[in-house]
Structures are given as C-alpha cells and as structure tokens.
C-alpha cells in the first residue's frame, strides 16, 4: 500500500505540469514507443484491416496512432490533478436529452457502447453530466498488476460512478436495477472474447471478428435502452462523446441485431479516423476457422 502512495502521489506531481509539457513529452515518447512497443502487431493489424492502403498511407496511420496512444497516456495521468471544471470543459457530451426521456418513461437503465477509440477513460466523467437525476457505471477487465488495477479503479471512480468487475456484470446490474436509481452503464465492447465466450461473429475492419454479446443480451433480458458513442477529437486535448441512439426495447429485435450494428457504427467510425482506435492488441488472433473446429471437436 506505501509503494502504490508513493507511485500515485510521483505520478499526481507529474499530473501538476500544464499540458504544453505533457504533449511536448507525449512527442518526444512517440518517437520511441514507436520503435519497441508491439510495432509488429499494429503493423499486421493495419494491413490486414486495410489492404487497399499503400504501406506509406500506412506508416502515416501508424505515426498518428502512436502519437494518440501516447497522448492518452499523458492525459490518463492529468485525470489525477484535473478539476471538474477543466474536465467538463475539455470532455464533452451531447444526446443526454434521450437518456433523461428515457428515465422519466419508466426504463432505469441505460446502456451505452463504448470502444477503444479517442481517450475512453475520460468518459467515466458523464457522471457529473448526469447528475442529480442520474448515475454511471462502467464495466472493467480486471488488470493482472494490482497496483496497475487499483490506479486505474481510483481514475475511474473518482467521478462518482460505479466500477463493475467483467465476470460480476449481470449481478450487478441486477442488484443496480433493484436500488430504484437510474444508470448509464458503459461497455467497452470491442475486445477479444475468450474461447469459452465466443458465440457469434460480425464482419469488422476485413475480419470475421469474434465479438462480445454480452451488453445486448443482458439489455435484452432487464429492458435496458442502448445507445453507441462517437467520439471525435476536435483538437488535442478535447473529447466530444455523441450518443446515438439505438433501441428503446432490445428485446423486440432479432437476437444480435444491436451487436452486430455496434460493429457497423464503429467500423465506420474507424475507417474515417484510424489513428484513434486501439491497434495495439491482439484483435483477431481467435478466427472462425479455429473456432469451428474447436466446436466440431466437442461435438
């Protein structure tokens, strides 16, 4: 516990510099990072999703992204000394008219798809948007460094909103449903399933993607309306989330039908700005093929 004070406390006196200084050094790490942290998988995740790019097109791509990748690194540190006017002024939200509706019509719970796209840590600010008449909530993969997980619950909570733990999601938001309150829950729904977990692919990015129902399954079953958020850098060091509306009642639809139109939605989103999407993990290392013969296996 004193090496994760001393660690947080080092990294909130950084957090103190004004942001020239922090995107002067996010400048200077991406010239590094570039070089050594997992080049060759954005490399392979570029040409893959866009084959009909040429490789300077690419390395363009690749530039901006590490660039991005290191500015959210400094802004995520920020979060430790921002006061809730600088972030309200910088994080910005539009489409919260729709949620209000909603919460006055009878439906408690929202959910709202969310990716790795722009600074998605900065999202977990819309609970002082939605106060008083509501809360947030969003949902975390626990991370294998402990005090890597507990910095990150801390940037996350300190807004006011819920932390849920992946594997505790529908338990959760069932106990949320039964406190009366209402609740935006945001899910981070463009990951890699486990094996155990895959049940279904879309076409994203030139993949057969194995994707995450989760969030439209657990909407299904507790009448959550659902939305998609955009989000758009209007210049460095401002976020704009839009939220889009999607379905008022998922369980009226044909089962995938709000996943499979996330995945179009974020496609599109990507394709338009590359830079800002996450190209750094391992997104189609699960492919259908293998997936088919695991099930033909246990058949």
């Avoid at 540190?77 to 309200?88: A, D, G, P, Y």
């Amino acid at each position: 516990m004193n090496r994760y004070r001393f660690i947080k406390g080092s990294l909130w006196l950084i957090s103190l510099l004004p942001f020239p200084v922090l995107y002067a050094f996010s400048d200077f790490c991406s010239l590094f990072v570039r070089k050594f942290y997992r080049t060759k998988v954005v490399r392979e995740n570029l040409r893959s999703a866009f084959p009909e790019k040429t490789e300077q097109e690419l390395k363009e791509i690749e530039k901006k992204f590490y660039h991005q990748f290191c500015d959210n690194f400094v802004e995520d540190i920020k979060m430790l000394s921002m006061s809730k006017e600088e972030m309200m002024r910088r994080m910005t939200f539009s489409g919260l008219d729709r949620i209000k509706e909603r919460h006055k019509a009878g439906q408690p719970l929202h959910f709202l798809y969310l990716s790795h796209f722009g600074n998605w840590e900065w999202i977990a600010s819309i609970n002082y948007r939605l106060q008083p008449w509501g809360t947030s909530g969003q949902i975390y993969h626990h991370i294998y460094n402990k005090m890597m997980n507990q910095l990150f619950m801390d940037l996350r909570g300190q807004y006011g909103g819920v932390n849920i733990e992946m594997k505790e999601t529908f338990r959760r938001i069932l106990q949320l449903r039964k406190e009366g309150k209402n609740y935006t829950i945001g899910f981070i729904s463009d990951q890699q399933p486990k094996w155990s977990s895959i049940h279904h692919f879309v076409s994203f990015l030139n993949h057969d993607t194995a994707v995450f129902i989760g969030a439209e399954h657990i909407a299904r079953k507790v009448d959550a309306f659902m939305s998609y958020g955009r989000m758009s850098r209007p210049k460095r060091g401002y976020y704009h989330l839009e939220i889009v509306p999607m379905e008022d009642h998922p369980s009226t639809l044909p089962e995938n039908t709000l996943t499979d139109r996330y995945f179009e939605l974020l496609d599109a989103d990507i394709k338009e700005h590359p830079e800002m999407w996450l190209w750094s993990h391992k997104r189609w290392s699960r492919t259908k093929e293998e997936w088919l013969k695991r099930q033909a296996a246990q058949q």
